[in-house]
Structures are given as structure tokens and as C-alpha cells.
């Protein structure tokens, strides 16, 4: 199914984080999203995912109008519309096997989801998402004592549990040593290949968009400057993606890599925002 963004924009007061954005992805197509740190990556995808509204403008998924969904309809795009980030959002002190039945909530009543009951199928579907990430020997530890890779890979197999149409990430490597970079980029890649789950994924370095996107989106003041293949990533293209800076400064390291900032508060709220219970909340008004 086509996902399509037409003409959108995100005020927030006077400050526009993303301004007129048209863009249109084939099911199945793995993009990532590159831009200095402003450009409006995060707003895009929280858009997309409806975690934050659109002032303007239109989001479409086959026949269906995204921007207006409400109630039920909602929680079946949460469900189709999988999110990771880069500070994972398990619920540290649930062991993993749960933090990963979690990814089911969305498939449920709202009284079975309450009471937590998975069924037999579900804790089969759940270990066998760990397998597939080569984690499963850490199912029964709470998830705050895996290492940041190894988390990442537990919210991966969440987000498999939604059997989602569409997976995006938010800077899902920054967090991480070259080499579980490595292995939650492969997971990404393979989920892309093997499921045709369309992947969006916003990355703060080059080499790993080039190396895994069929397509590469670049943001500048939360426009799109840059939408192509990778082979299409000419100096030019770069200089207008990180170098469109009006005090006319240079393009240093900085510009391409993101800081961590999550206040605890933001990061707990994420924490329940990715398990559900956001969802639950808006079940129940
Ligand atoms: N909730 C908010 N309230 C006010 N301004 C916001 C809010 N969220 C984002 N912005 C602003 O919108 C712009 C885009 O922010 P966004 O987080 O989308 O950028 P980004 O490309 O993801 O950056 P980074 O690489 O640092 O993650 C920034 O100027 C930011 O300050
Ligand atoms: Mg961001």
C-alpha cells in the first residue's frame, strides 16, 4: 500500500519544524531521513505515527486519511504504524518477554489489555520475535539490565509483535556502539527484505543511510532538499542537506550527529506512549 504525505506542515508558535513536505513511498521501500539536528526529522515521523498532529496538510495510507483517524480506527494505525526510538522506550523494571507481549496491546480489547493476559500463541510469537533477534536468552530479565543494543533489539521484537505494514525508527543507532549499530541496522534491513515492511528510519550519520536505504530523504529547515538514491548523493546534494546554514557556517561533525537530550519525564512517558497504554487512555475517553 502507498504511504503519502501531501503538503505537511507543523507550526509549533511561530517556528515551522516542518514546512510543506510532499512525499510519496511504495509498500515496501526502506528510506531513511537525514538533516542537521532542527531540520524536523522527529516531527515528521511523530506526525506519521500520530504522535503529533499536522497544522496542515494530508497523510494517506492506501485509502485511508491518517491525519483524521480517531478511536478505533486510531489504534488500528498504531498498530499497522510501528515506532522505535533512540532511547529504546521498554519499561525498564518488566522483564523482556513482556516489554515484547507489550507490542500486542494493540490487537486486543481494551479489558484484555488491562488485565495483561496473553495467550500461549502470543508467548510463542513473542519468543520466537527474540530468537529472530538473537536475544532470547534474555527473556526473563528486566529489560533495564540489557545493554543499550541489546534493548534496542527487544523494542524491535515489540514492534514485530504489531505485525505492523510500516516501521519507523528515530535515530535508532545514535545511541549505540559501531557494532550493535551494526546488528540493529541489519535487523532493520532484514525485517525491510523479508516482510516488505516499508522502514523509515531517521539517521544522524550518512554512511549509514547510504549503506542501508534504497532511498535517502534530506531535510533542511523542515523542508525536503534531497530525495533520491543513494548514488544521487553528489557533494552538492550534501552541502544543501547539512550545509544550509544562514550564518553561512561550515559542515563539521556536530551538524550530522544528535545528542542525547530525553529529559526522564520525556522518557518515561515514551516508555508507556510505546507499550499501549497511551493508547488505553484514549480507548477509554
Ligand atoms: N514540542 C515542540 N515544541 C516546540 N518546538 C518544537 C517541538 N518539537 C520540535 N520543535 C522544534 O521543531 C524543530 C524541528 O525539531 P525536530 O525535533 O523535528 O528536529 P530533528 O531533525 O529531529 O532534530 P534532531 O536531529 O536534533 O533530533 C526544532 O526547531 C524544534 O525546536
Ligand atoms: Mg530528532
Redesign the pocket.
Known amino acids: 500500500m502507498t504511504f503519502e504525505l501531501r503538503n505537511i506542515t507543523r507550526r509549533?508558535?511561530n517556528?515551522t519544524?516542518?514546512d510543506a513536505v510532499t512525499i510519496e513511498i511504495p509498500q515496501g521501500q526502506m528510506v531513511g531521513i537525514i538533516?542537521?539536528?532542527?531540520?524536523?526529522?522527529?516531527?515528521?515521523l511523530r506526525m506519521i505515527n500520530r504522535l503529533t498532529d499536522p497544522t496542515s496538510g494530508s497523510i494517506r495510507f492506501g485509502d485511508r486519511e491518517v491525519s483524521s483517524l480517531k478511536g478505533a480506527a486510531l489504534r488500528e494505525w498504531h498498530r499497522d504504524c510501528a515506532m522505535i526510538f533512540q532511547q529504546f522506550n521498554l519499561v525498564p523494571r518488566l522483564d523482556v518477554l513482556t516489554n515484547v507481549l507489550l507490542g500486542r496491546l494493540n490487537h486486543r480489547s481494551t479489558t484484555l489489555s488491562m488485565l495483561s493476559i496473553f495467550s500461549r500463541e502470543e508467548r510463542i510469537m513473542a519468543i520466537a520475535a527474540l530468537e529472530r533477534l538473537g536475544i532470547e536468552q534474555t527473556a526473563l530479565q528486566p529489560a533495564g539490565t540489557l545493554s543499550g543494543g541489546q534493548q534496542q533489539r527487544v523494542a524491535i521484537a515489540r514492534a514485530l509483535m504489531q505485525t505492523p505494514k510500516m516501521l519507523l525508527a528515530d535515530?535508532p543507532i545514535a545511541s549505540l556502539d559501531p557494532l550493535n549499530a551494526k546488528i540493529v541496522m541489519d535487523a532493520l534491513r532484514d525485517i525491510n527484505e523479508r516482510e516488505g515492511i516499508t522502514v523509515v528510519t531517521?539517521l544522524?550519520t550518512l554512511d549509514t543511510a547510504r549503506n542501508y536505504c534504497d532511498r535517502i530523504i534530506g531535510?533542511a529547515a523542515?523542508r525536503v532538499v534531497f530525495d533520491g538514491q543513494p548514488s544521487d548523493l553528489t557533494a552538492d546534494a550534501i552541502h544543501a542537506i547539512y550545509g544550509a546554514d544562514k550564518d553561512g557556517a561550515g559542515i563539521d561533525e556536530s551538524m550530522t550527529s544528535?545528542s542525547i537530550k530525553t529529559p526522564d519525564a520525556a522518557q518515561a512517558a515514551g516508555a508507556l506512549q510505546s507499550a499501549g497504554i497511551q493508547t488505553l487512555a484514549n480507548a477509554r475517553a
Open positions: 509549533f508558535g517556528r519544524a516542518v538533516g542537521r539536528s532542527g531540520a524536523g526529522k522527529s516531527t515528521l535515530e531517521n544522524h531535510m523542515g544528535t
